[in-house]
Every structure is written in C-alpha cells, then in structure tokens.
C-alpha cells in the first residue's frame, strides 16, 4: 500500500508538470498565431499583395503596348521622311517633321521611364510578398509544431490521470480491505482474550475444586 501511495504521489507530480506543458504550450500557440488573428491578417497581406502585383502586369504590359505604338509611329515617320536633300526641303516641312519626331521620341523616352519604374515597384512588391509568404510558411510550422506537442502532452496527460484515478481506486480497495482485515483481527483478538480469561478461570475453578472441593468456585 505504501507503494502505490508513493506512486500515486510520483504521477501526480508527473501530472502537475503536464499541465504545467499544456498552459505553456497553448500560450505559445496563441501568441504565434496572434491569439488566431496573425496569420489571418497575413493571409490577407499576401492576398493584396497579389492583387497588387496583378494591376502592376497589366499597366506593364499597357504602358509597353504604347511605347511600342509610338516607336511604329517613329519608324513609320522615319519611312515618310523627305527623300530630297536637305536644302531642296522646304524648311517649314522639315521643321514640322523634326518637331514630330523629336515628340515621339520625348514620348518613347517617358514610356521607357514609366516601364523602369513600374519594374521597380514590381520587383519590391515581389520582394515583400516573398518576405510574407516566408513569415507565413514560418509561423504555420511552428503552430503546427505546437500543436502536436499539445496532443501529445495532452495524451500523456490523460494517460498519467487515468492512472492516478485507478491507483486511488486500487488503494481504497487496499485500504478498506486492510481495515477490514484489522477488525476481524480486533476481534479475533478480544475473543482470544476472552477465552484465555475464561480458560484462567477454569483453571482457578480446577485448583479450587481440587485442593478445595466443598468451597464454592472461585470464578
């Protein structure tokens, strides 16, 4: 009995530090997931930043349609060019021609700005994302980690309760049968005590019946 008493005491020790695990871990878990809304919030960050990227292609792909139109446009002016020589052109048809190109290619150059710039914001949105979808991968291991370390504390806790509940029952059933035992040997003891008086007295009643036999018993 005092062993399972000493063993009850040793899992509820062992329980208590289980317990103590769980409370940690879940607290862990809360604070990774930012008591459930982090990675929801992230979620939705990675989301914009998909639709960012997505609006950020097709102004690429615009703004380089017309950069693509105005050098057309360049070249096709360039073909229509007067072919006489320079001092048979009128100067007024040269100069109009000159001005023409000279704003298509001011235009180009504006398109080529805008296409650098967009790049840019492309490549750092990509950047960002990339950096989110990392704290994403990282936080979803790490609960999901913790998360398996719960269930398998919580069954190991489950597990050292339900051992602690069969080891109580066990030394209450130790208990009441010792207790039992301990009133049957009460009694068996006050009944042995009983005869041994008894047993006394017959020996009295004897010895006076012997060397006494007309005096009255002694018990």
Do not use: W
């Not at 009850?8 to 997931?33: C, D, G, H, K, M």
């Not at 615009?62 to 229509?80: C, G, I, P, S, W």
């Not at 805008?114 to 991968?137: H, W």
């Not at 209450?172 to 005590?193: C, F, I, M, P, Y």
């Amino acid at each position: 009995m005092e062993a399972r008493e000493a063993k009850i005491l040793e899992l509820s020790r062992v329980n208590i530090s289980l317990q103590e695990a769980n409370a940690f871990l879940q607290s862990q878990l809360a604070q990774a997931t930012g008591s459930t809304g982090g990675l929801t919030d992230l979620d939705s960050l990675t989301d914009e930043f998909t639709k960012r990227l997505a609006l950020t292609e097709r102004r690429l792909q615009a703004v380089t349609k017309e950069r693509n139109q105005l050098r057309a446009q360049l070249a096709a002016e360039a073909h229509l060019s007067p072919a006489k020589p320079s001092s048979a052109v009128e100067p007024s048809s040269e100069n109009s021609f000159q001005t023409r190109c000279a704003r298509l290619e001011a235009l180009i150059e504006e398109k080529e700005t805008q296409i650098q710039e967009i790049l840019k914001e492309g490549e750092r949105m990509a950047q960002e994302q990339l950096k989110t979808n990392n704290i994403v991968k990282s936080l979803r291991a790490k609960e999901k980690t913790n998360e398996q370390k719960m269930q398998r504390t919580s069954s190991a806790l489950t597990k050292a309760q339900a051992e602690i509940e069969r080891l109580k029952i066990e030394l209450a059933t130790a208990q009441d049968a010792e207790s039992k035992s301990l009133g049957a040997l009460n009694q068996v003891n006050r009944q042995n005590q009983k005869l041994e008086k008894d047993l006394a007295c017959l020996n009295v009643s004897r010895q006076c019946t012997l060397y006494h036999p007309f005096l009255a018993v002694c018990c």
